[in-house]
């Protein structure tokens, strides 16, 4: 049965920096897309980054590049989020999903497994 399980969220200050680990279970989920979305409350999930089947490309939200990085280790079966210079409008459950099939990076539909969320919450 695949699994993910997000870690490593919680609260932090403005500006202050978080990483979430996504560790997957069940197969080996190197051969798969990864990606990070996001929900905050009343809005829809949005897409935060991916990456690529071979892994050798990622994709970022326009509004994160440069504050957020997407890494996996194919070793561990683990994907990362390094989250930096946050700010009060990251909060949110992030979400780490995976697929195995092709599809577009950014909607959360096209992904066919997903994690139970992890909580980060930004203050002013």
């Known amino acids: 049965q695949e699994q993910l399980v997000e870690s490593g969220g919680g609260s932090v200050q403005a500006g202050g920096s978080l990483r979430l680990s996504c560790a997957a279970s069940?197969?080996?989920?190197?051969?798969?897309?990864m990606g990070w979305f996001r929900q905050a409350p009343g809005k829809e999930r949005e897409f935060v980054a991916a990456f690529s089947w071979s892994g050798g490309s990622t994709y970022y939200a326009d509004s994160l590049k440069g504050r957020f990085t997407i890494s996996r280790d194919n070793a561990k079966n683990t994907v990362y989020l390094q989250m930096n210079l946050l700010k009060p409008e990251d909060t949110a459950v992030y979400y780490c999903?995976?697929?195995?099939?092709?599809?577009?990076?950014?909607?959360?539909?096209?992904?066919?497994?997903w994690g139970q969320g992890t909580q980060v919450t930004v203050s002013a």
């Open positions: 999903a995976a697929r195995a099939t092709s599809g577009s990076y950014y909607i959360a539909g096209a992904y066919a497994y």
């Open positions: 069940g197969r080996t989920f190197s051969s798969y897309a």
